[in-house]
């Protein structure tokens, strides 16, 4: 035997799984839906995808080298939150709305609290919601074949009829990548098998949210409505991938209980209650900033806590 | 029916098809023979030789240097050649024996056992304490006085920790396979102590034959059973071993004798039975030489003393280059710097592997994904935990239950931000417990 042994603390093994790994999985997972954005709205949305997560890993570069840190652009972590910030935006938007989106989101919401790990609101939702109140007219621009249609959200708001069907393959108009219901879910079961995210949060935020929906919708138990809420807007996108963002939700498991009926409850009232007929994006960050509380509530009890000695 | 488990915990690759089939064979020291006075937890033993002294195999050479503490018996003849600090496994230097072998092996004479039946539990506790046994599972605490608790009457069960959780490890496993009647008569001894309890073997269900075997050795015999648990690391934590087994849950600060249990490993148990029916000490134990750099990978019985590097060579020495060495499994065990190090009774494996993935990883921000509060047997937020320790905030380490980490290691694997979980943990408890000591 020649050479130098490595010593370490245990343990000597590691899993394979990394962070890159992770976020691979998720770029994988939304696939699906991307593809869908761009085959129903067409070239822009491809553009409008290549630019959002363009801007997002420049912005990370470029904010690590002028800072001497790390550069983490090949966690692929900037990557989806570019993905998943145009997945949120209309196909319409002009190039630079993404542009902005990008900066906003990896300069501001991430790396100016600290990168990676430390932001305390899911990035591609903190910039949604920053260009929603920027630039309200083109970010609820949702022309779709040269008709500028109202969204089913809205219609289903306004009580006028909706297709659910055309809704769930996503025959509808709305944001690049909310659009068709069976994309996400195909990503979210992706998702779920690879063991990235599990049921809890979307699980219970659905539950309460149509629980929300059934008792305080005014519409009852009509299944028409009640499916048509469940399909319309970014809520599955919201809550297979954006719900379940790991930085910005709680680590113990209880908390992630807790966190999706506060998720169901506020999109409930956001929706219900709100203005506008979307209430994912703001119900989500909403709920980011509760976390650290969340968080304090739930503490696991450690294992064999309270007990006595003979 | 739900097989006999605990919360949390990890699967990884196990390694054991390396070793598992392969017969228990004996290897004799060829160089010098080294005893550090510390194989245990508790006072470090006392010489009871001096330079130039002869001596025989089986002869006490120290004695236990307290209650909590373990004589020490030489594992080969041959002369004493001194008492000299030495490199340990724990990388920590150490007083020890060293004996030149003669090759001879020549036995002290070894007393006469009455059979079982005859025999009171405070001489079969007797036999334990002189045996100098201790806990062979990897802690090393005096078996004697695990087996002394305040009310004797009040334990129910005696649990044989059989589940050899740690991948690679196939010590205790080829012990069941090649003899389950002495595990079996060393459980009859330890019942003997405690009248009222009920003897449980507990086995992890990737080694169902060893289970078989067992069942077959304690038939007929009342108030013996083998019980298989759900094959899951750290399935052998004394903790959620008695969980799996009992349903009943200790912390830090409790022993197990407070929910009416006793647990001793398996090797332990035949150390038990050899000191009870043979009269023998505890010289000798079953070691596995494993790792993807081994060429051919064993599982020897090694007298004590004996040289890391005998063992190696002895498995037909490395067949590439390693990486890292480890003595003990992978999940707790110590990385070697040098193979110059004696086996011990508590050395149950040394594994030698051509990757080491805890240094293959750079370690990046936590993403608080959850993973490690998924995985942690002992129900606490590892990753909070490590940034307290990284802060060096130990008021807030203990208050988030820091002090109830069992230091298994299962954080640190399953981290895919690659942090050292477990090592910032265990640095802030070593730290919290030397504080302790001080007040």
């Known amino acids: 035997m020649s050479g130098l042994l490595n010593v370490s603390s245990n343990p000597h093994i590691r899993s394979h799984d990394t962070t890159s790994r992770i976020m691979l999985l998720v770029v994988l997972a939304l696939l699906p839906a991307s593809v869908f954005g761009v085959y129903h709205f067409g070239i822009n949305a491809l553009v409008t995808i290549l630019v959002s997560v363009t801007s997002c890993v420049l912005t990370e570069y470029v904010y690590e080298k002028l800072m001497h840190r790390n550069i983490t652009v090949g966690d692929f972590s900037a990557a989806v939150t570019g993905l998943l910030l145009a997945l949120n935006l209309p196909a319409t938007v002009p190039w630079w709305i993404p542009v902005i989106g990008g900066v906003f989101a990896i300069l501001v919401v991430k790396q100016l609290f600290g990168g990676i790990g430390q932001n305390f609101m899911n990035p591609a939702l903190g910039a949604r919601c920053f260009l929603l109140i920027s630039f309200a007219g083109r970010m609820t621009d949702f022309t779709y074949d040269g008709i500028s249609g109202a969204t089913p959200l809205t219609a289903l708001k306004m009580g006028e009829p909706v297709n659910l069907m055309d809704m769930f393959l996503g025959n509808k108009t709305g944001s690049i990548g909310e659009v068709s219901v069976l994309a996400v879910l195909i990503g979210a079961v992706i998702l779920l098998l690879a063991g990235v995210i599990d049921l809890r949060i979307p699980g219970t935020y659905l539950l309460s949210f149509l629980f929300f929906i059934l008792v305080f919708g005014g519409h009852g138990a009509d299944p028409e409505y009640l499916l048509g809420q469940l399909f319309g807007g970014g809520l599955m996108l919201g809550a297979f991938f954006m719900a379940t963002d790991y930085v910005t939700t709680p680590i113990t498991k209880h908390g992630q209980l807790v966190y999706g009926c506060i998720l169901g409850i506020l999109t409930g009232i956001f929706r219900v209650y709100g203005n506008s007929a979307a209430g994912v994006s703001y119900a989500i960050i909403f709920g980011n900033l509760l976390v650290p509380l969340i968080e304090k509530m739930t503490l696991p009890r450690a294992f064999g806590k309270g007990g006595k000695k003979a | 029916m739900a097989r006999l488990t605990f919360k949390g915990g990890i699967h990884p690759y196990d390694g054991k098809e390396l070793s598992k089939d392969k017969p228990i064979r004996d290897i004799l020291p060829q160089g010098d023979v080294v005893y550090p006075l510390s194989q245990h937890i508790g006072a470090p033993a006392v010489p009871a030789v001096k330079k130039g002294d002869y001596i025989w195999a089986g002869q006490v050479i120290a004695e236990a240097g307290g209650f909590v503490s373990a004589s020490i018996h030489a594992s080969v003849s041959g002369v004493v050649k001194g008492i000299e600090r030495r490199l340990t496994v724990t990388g920590t230097m150490c007083d020890a024996i060293i004996v030149e072998n003669d090759g001879k092996y020549t036995e002290i004479a070894r007393p006469e056992r009455k059979p079982l039946e005859n025999l009171t539990g405070g001489e079969i506790l007797q036999y334990i304490r002189e045996a100098g046994v201790v806990g062979m599972g990897g802690a090393g605490f005096p078996t004697h006085v ?207 592997l051509t990757k080491d993935e805890a240094a293959a990883y750079e370690p990046s921000n936590c993403i608080n994904c959850g993973r490690c509060v998924s995985v942690c047997p002992g129900r606490v937020v590892p990753s909070r935990l490590a940034d307290f320790a990284e802060r060096h905030d130990e008021e807030a380490f203990v208050k988030a239950d820091g002090m109830e980490c069992c230091e298994c290691g299962c954080c640190s694997y399953i981290c895919p931000a690659k942090r050292p979980l477990t090592q910032y943990i265990k640095s802030m408890r070593k730290i919290v417990l030397a504080n302790r000591k001080k007040k």
């Open chain 2, 146 to 352: 695990k087996l002394s608790p305040k009310e004797p009457e009040k334990i129910d069960y005696v649990l044989v920790n059989c589940a050899e959780c740690e991948p690679y490890l196939t010590a205790d496993y080829r012990r069941m396979m090649e003899e389950p009647d002495k595990i079996v008569a060393g459980l009859k001894a330890v019942l003997k102590i405690f009248p009222q309890a009920k003897g449980i073997l507990a086995v992890e269900d990737n080694k169902k034959d060893a289970a078989a075997k067992l069942r077959e050795a304690a038939a007929g015999e009342t108030g013996i059973e083998v019980k298989v648990l759900k094959t899951k690391y750290p399935q052998g934590a004394e903790r959620q071993l008695i969980f799996a087994v009992t349903g009943r849950k200790i912390n830090s600060s409790m022993l197990p004798a407070d929910v009416g249990c006793v647990v001793d490993n398996c090797d332990t148990v035949y150390a038990i039975y050899q000191a009870v029916y043979n009269g023998r000490p505890l010289t000798e134990r079953i070691v596995t030489v494993t790792g993807d750099a081994i060429a051919e990978p064993q599982n020897f019985r090694v007298r004590t003393g004996t040289n890391y590097a005998e063992l190696a060579d002895a498995a037909g020495g490395f067949k590439s280059q390693p990486e890292k060495i480890v003595s003990g499994g992978p999940m707790m065990g110590f990385a070697l710097y040098s193979l110059d190090v004696p086996c011990t009774k508590t050395s149950s494996a040394l594994l030698c």
